[in-house]
């Protein structure tokens, strides 16, 4: 996901997401406007119920956490 206001894959595998709770669109870490989601912590989530791994599976991902 492109993280730009909609969680749609763009690989072309249909791995859509679905935006839970109400995480809202931020600059990210390069102050690139509408290029990441700032979520709460508590509720917000984006979810992808195709996608399912077992134990067995490699798993890459790439994340930004930064406190405010």
Do not use: C, K
Not at 8 to 14: I, P, R, V
Not at 38 to 45: M, N
Not at 51 to 67: E, H, P, T, W, Y
């Amino acid at each position: 996901w492109l993280m730009n206001g909609d969680t749609l894959d763009t690989s072309g595998n249909n791995y859509h997401g679905t935006i839970s709770g109400s995480p809202y669109i931020t600059p990210d870490q390069n102050m690139t406007y509408d290029s990441a989601y700032y979520f709460d912590g508590v509720d917000d989530t984006v979810e992808n119920a195709t996608i399912r791994f077992s134990s067995d599976d490699g798993l890459s991902m790439a994340v930004i956490i930064r406190s405010l």
